[in-house]
Protein backbone atom coordinates (compact mmCIF):
# COMPACT_ATOMS: atom_id res chain seq x y z
CA UNK A 1 0.00 0.00 0.00
CA UNK A 2 3.09 2.57 -0.40
CA UNK A 3 1.51 3.54 -3.42
CA UNK A 4 -1.78 4.63 -1.37
CA UNK A 5 0.45 5.39 1.71
CA UNK A 6 2.14 8.60 -0.40
CA UNK A 7 -1.45 9.61 -1.84
CA UNK A 8 -2.54 10.07 1.24
CA UNK A 9 0.25 12.21 2.40
CA UNK A 10 -0.99 14.39 -0.58
CA UNK A 11 -4.13 14.83 0.58
CA UNK A 12 -3.21 14.88 4.44
CA UNK A 13 -1.09 17.93 3.57
CA UNK A 14 -3.90 19.46 1.57
CA UNK A 15 -6.51 18.48 4.18
CA UNK A 16 -4.36 21.00 6.44
CA UNK A 17 -3.98 23.89 4.60
CA UNK A 18 -7.75 23.77 4.22
CA UNK A 19 -8.23 23.67 7.80
CA UNK A 20 -5.84 27.05 8.48
CA UNK A 21 -7.56 28.68 5.58
CA UNK A 22 -11.23 27.84 7.06
CA UNK A 23 -12.04 25.73 3.86
CA UNK A 24 -13.20 22.87 5.48
CA UNK A 25 -16.11 23.40 6.28
CA UNK A 26 -17.32 24.37 2.95
CA UNK A 27 -16.42 20.67 2.02
CA UNK A 28 -18.22 18.77 4.89
CA UNK A 29 -21.34 20.99 3.72
CA UNK A 30 -21.04 19.49 -0.05
CA UNK A 31 -20.86 15.96 1.73
CA UNK A 32 -23.51 16.30 3.88
CA UNK A 33 -25.69 17.99 1.92
CA UNK A 34 -25.12 15.51 -0.91
CA UNK A 35 -25.71 12.69 1.70
CA UNK A 36 -29.02 14.38 2.66
CA UNK A 37 -30.32 14.20 -0.73
CA UNK A 38 -29.52 10.82 -1.54
CA UNK A 39 -30.54 9.20 1.75
CA UNK A 40 -32.45 11.75 3.48
CA UNK A 41 -32.29 14.24 6.33
CA UNK A 42 -32.31 11.85 9.24
CA UNK A 43 -28.71 10.60 10.58
CA UNK A 44 -29.83 7.70 12.07
CA UNK A 45 -31.77 6.11 8.59
CA UNK A 46 -29.16 7.56 6.54
CA UNK A 47 -24.83 6.20 7.79
CA UNK A 48 -23.49 8.32 5.00
CA UNK A 49 -25.31 11.57 6.94
CA UNK A 50 -24.56 10.85 9.86
CA UNK A 51 -21.26 10.01 9.19
CA UNK A 52 -20.66 13.43 7.32
CA UNK A 53 -21.86 14.78 10.68
CA UNK A 54 -19.70 13.47 13.01
CA UNK A 55 -16.48 14.75 10.47
CA UNK A 56 -17.99 17.74 10.57
CA UNK A 57 -18.45 18.04 14.52
CA UNK A 58 -14.91 16.66 15.10
CA UNK A 59 -14.11 19.75 13.11
CA UNK A 60 -16.00 22.34 15.24
CA UNK A 61 -18.46 22.56 12.40
CA UNK A 62 -21.32 24.85 13.92
CA UNK A 63 -24.27 23.38 13.78
CA UNK A 64 -26.31 26.18 11.84
CA UNK A 65 -23.94 25.23 9.09
CA UNK A 66 -24.87 21.19 9.16
CA UNK A 67 -28.60 22.10 9.88
CA UNK A 68 -28.11 24.54 6.74
CA UNK A 69 -26.22 21.99 4.58
CA UNK A 70 -29.06 19.06 5.29
CA UNK A 71 -31.93 21.16 4.30
CA UNK A 72 -29.89 22.47 1.19
CA UNK A 73 -29.62 18.66 0.23
CA UNK A 74 -33.22 17.76 1.05
CA UNK A 75 -34.71 20.90 -0.78
CA UNK A 76 -35.95 22.66 2.20
CA UNK A 77 -34.01 25.74 1.50
CA UNK A 78 -34.44 27.90 -1.97
CA UNK A 79 -31.83 27.41 -4.67
CA UNK A 80 -31.09 24.69 -7.61
CA UNK A 81 -30.95 20.73 -6.89
CA UNK A 82 -27.97 19.71 -6.37
CA UNK A 83 -25.96 17.50 -8.51
CA UNK A 84 -22.66 15.22 -7.68
CA UNK A 85 -20.43 15.10 -10.78
CA UNK A 86 -17.37 14.00 -11.68
CA UNK A 87 -14.67 15.89 -14.27
CA UNK A 88 -11.61 13.88 -15.29
CA UNK A 89 -8.43 15.47 -16.74
CA UNK A 90 -4.79 15.33 -17.30
CA UNK A 91 -2.10 17.44 -15.88
CA UNK A 92 1.81 17.87 -16.38
CA UNK A 93 3.64 14.26 -16.93
CA UNK A 94 0.54 12.66 -18.14
CA UNK A 95 -0.85 12.56 -14.48
CA UNK A 96 -4.74 11.95 -14.24
CA UNK A 97 -6.94 13.51 -12.15
CA UNK A 98 -10.59 12.75 -10.92
CA UNK A 99 -12.83 15.70 -9.63
CA UNK A 100 -15.94 14.68 -7.74
CA UNK A 101 -17.93 18.40 -7.67
CA UNK A 102 -21.68 18.87 -5.59
CA UNK A 103 -23.67 21.61 -7.13
CA UNK A 104 -26.49 23.73 -8.46
CA UNK A 105 -24.58 25.05 -11.80
CA UNK A 106 -23.34 22.06 -13.44
CA UNK A 107 -22.94 24.66 -16.91
CA UNK A 108 -20.74 27.13 -14.15
CA UNK A 109 -18.84 24.10 -12.62
CA UNK A 110 -18.24 22.37 -16.17
CA UNK A 111 -16.54 26.04 -17.03
CA UNK A 112 -14.69 26.40 -14.04
CA UNK A 113 -13.25 22.90 -14.04
CA UNK A 114 -12.12 23.23 -17.91
CA UNK A 115 -10.48 27.43 -16.99
CA UNK A 116 -8.48 25.95 -13.74
CA UNK A 117 -7.15 22.57 -15.78
CA UNK A 118 -6.42 25.03 -18.64
CA UNK A 119 -4.62 27.16 -16.34
CA UNK A 120 -2.67 24.99 -14.82
CA UNK A 121 -0.94 23.44 -18.32
CA UNK A 122 -3.44 20.39 -17.97
CA UNK A 123 -6.31 19.18 -20.02
CA UNK A 124 -10.26 18.53 -19.38
CA UNK A 125 -11.47 15.12 -20.90
CA UNK A 126 -14.22 13.48 -21.34
CA UNK A 127 -16.12 11.03 -19.04
CA UNK A 128 -13.74 7.75 -19.13
CA UNK A 129 -10.51 9.29 -20.07
CA UNK A 130 -9.40 9.48 -16.93
CA UNK A 131 -11.51 6.87 -14.98
CA UNK A 132 -10.54 3.75 -16.27
CA UNK A 133 -6.96 4.41 -14.20
CA UNK A 134 -8.76 3.78 -10.95
CA UNK A 135 -9.62 1.15 -8.34
CA UNK A 136 -12.95 2.58 -6.58
CA UNK A 137 -12.69 1.70 -2.95
CA UNK A 138 -14.37 2.20 0.62
CA UNK A 139 -11.60 4.13 3.23
CA UNK A 140 -12.76 4.31 6.94
CA UNK A 141 -10.37 6.71 8.72
CA UNK A 142 -9.56 5.90 12.52
CA UNK A 143 -7.12 8.04 14.82
CA UNK A 144 -4.79 5.80 15.64
CA UNK A 145 -4.10 6.95 19.52
CA UNK A 146 -7.37 5.60 19.77
CA UNK A 147 -6.37 2.21 18.92
CA UNK A 148 -3.60 -0.19 18.22
CA UNK A 149 -2.50 -1.19 14.63
CA UNK A 150 -2.83 -5.33 15.73
CA UNK A 151 -5.90 -4.71 17.44
CA UNK A 152 -7.49 -2.59 14.42
CA UNK A 153 -6.06 -4.98 12.07
CA UNK A 154 -8.47 -8.06 13.52
CA UNK A 155 -11.42 -6.10 14.18
CA UNK A 156 -11.08 -4.47 10.22
CA UNK A 157 -10.67 -7.66 9.12
CA UNK A 158 -13.57 -9.48 11.26
CA UNK A 159 -15.86 -6.54 10.18
CA UNK A 160 -14.74 -7.47 6.08
CA UNK A 161 -12.49 -5.12 5.65
CA UNK A 162 -9.55 -5.95 2.28
CA UNK A 163 -6.81 -4.19 4.11
CA UNK A 164 -5.33 -1.58 7.26
CA UNK A 165 -2.29 0.43 7.39
CA UNK A 166 -1.42 3.14 9.03
CA UNK A 167 0.35 5.99 8.36
CA UNK A 168 0.71 9.85 10.06
CA UNK A 169 -1.32 9.23 12.71
CA UNK A 170 -4.39 7.59 11.33
CA UNK A 171 -5.40 4.10 10.91
CA UNK A 172 -6.04 3.94 6.97
CA UNK A 173 -8.99 0.57 6.52
CA UNK A 174 -9.59 -0.01 2.74
CA UNK A 175 -13.11 -2.14 1.68
CA UNK A 176 -14.95 -3.13 -1.37
CA UNK A 177 -16.71 -0.39 -2.23
CA UNK A 178 -20.27 -2.13 -1.82
CA UNK A 179 -18.79 -2.95 1.55
CA UNK A 180 -17.72 0.50 2.83
CA UNK A 181 -21.25 0.91 5.43
CA UNK A 182 -21.25 -2.43 6.51
CA UNK A 183 -17.71 -2.55 7.44
CA UNK A 184 -18.02 0.70 8.79
CA UNK A 185 -21.07 0.13 11.10
CA UNK A 186 -19.54 -2.84 12.67
CA UNK A 187 -16.79 -1.35 13.25
CA UNK A 188 -19.46 1.51 15.39
CA UNK A 189 -21.04 -1.20 16.89
CA UNK A 190 -17.82 -2.56 18.50
CA UNK A 191 -17.69 0.85 19.81
CA UNK A 192 -14.86 2.60 17.46
CA UNK A 193 -15.04 5.99 16.76
CA UNK A 194 -14.89 6.67 12.52
CA UNK A 195 -12.58 9.57 11.86
CA UNK A 196 -14.65 9.99 8.30
CA UNK A 197 -15.70 6.79 5.33
CA UNK A 198 -16.22 7.26 2.14
CA UNK A 199 -15.45 6.13 -0.97
CA UNK A 200 -12.10 6.68 -3.26
CA UNK A 201 -10.44 6.33 -5.98
CA UNK A 202 -6.88 4.63 -6.01
CA UNK A 203 -4.90 4.97 -9.45
CA UNK A 204 -4.00 1.56 -10.36
CA UNK A 205 -0.68 2.28 -11.62
CA UNK A 206 0.46 5.08 -10.23
CA UNK A 207 2.77 6.96 -12.49
CA UNK A 208 5.80 8.56 -10.38
CA UNK A 209 6.81 11.81 -10.45
CA UNK A 210 10.61 12.26 -10.13
CA UNK A 211 11.05 15.81 -12.03
CA UNK A 212 10.43 18.85 -10.25
CA UNK A 213 9.16 20.83 -12.22
CA UNK A 214 6.58 19.05 -13.58
CA UNK A 215 5.32 18.20 -9.84
CA UNK A 216 5.29 21.68 -8.75
CA UNK A 217 2.63 21.94 -12.46
CA UNK A 218 0.84 18.96 -10.99
CA UNK A 219 0.57 19.97 -7.79
CA UNK A 220 -0.28 23.64 -8.73
CA UNK A 221 -3.23 22.13 -11.05
CA UNK A 222 -3.96 20.01 -8.12
CA UNK A 223 -4.50 22.77 -5.42
CA UNK A 224 -6.43 24.77 -8.12
CA UNK A 225 -8.96 22.10 -8.18
CA UNK A 226 -9.08 20.89 -4.83
CA UNK A 227 -9.70 25.02 -4.09
CA UNK A 228 -12.52 25.00 -5.84
CA UNK A 229 -15.53 26.16 -3.84
CA UNK A 230 -17.80 23.49 -5.38
CA UNK A 231 -15.32 20.45 -5.04
CA UNK A 232 -15.50 17.37 -2.78
CA UNK A 233 -12.71 15.71 -3.37
CA UNK A 234 -9.96 15.27 -6.06
CA UNK A 235 -8.16 12.17 -7.13
CA UNK A 236 -4.95 11.91 -8.88
CA UNK A 237 -2.73 8.99 -10.76
CA UNK A 238 0.32 10.30 -9.85
CA UNK A 239 3.16 9.79 -6.89
CA UNK A 240 5.67 12.21 -5.98
CA UNK A 241 8.84 11.26 -4.31
CA UNK A 242 9.27 12.41 -0.98
CA UNK A 243 12.26 14.88 -1.91
CA UNK A 244 10.85 16.39 -4.11
CA UNK A 245 7.46 16.65 -2.15
CA UNK A 246 9.01 17.90 0.99
CA UNK A 247 11.08 20.42 -1.50
CA UNK A 248 7.64 21.97 -2.45
CA UNK A 249 5.38 22.45 0.59
Known sequence: ???????????????????????????????????????????????RLRQAIDSAKSQSMPKDNIDRAIKKGTGDLDG??????????????????????????????????RSAFNKNNGNMGTAGTVAHMFDKKGE????????????????????????????????????????????????RNGGLQLKSQGLIFIPSTPIEITDKSIASQVLRLYEALDDYDDTISVFGTFEIADDILEALI
Open 1 to 47: MSGHNKWSKIKHIKAKEDAKKGKVFSKFAHEIAIAARDGGGDPNMNP
Open 80 to 113: GTIEEITYEGFGAGGAGLLVQVATDNKNRSAADI
Open 140 to 187: ILIDADLIGEEEIFEKALEAGADDVSTDDGEHIILTAADQLNAVAEEL
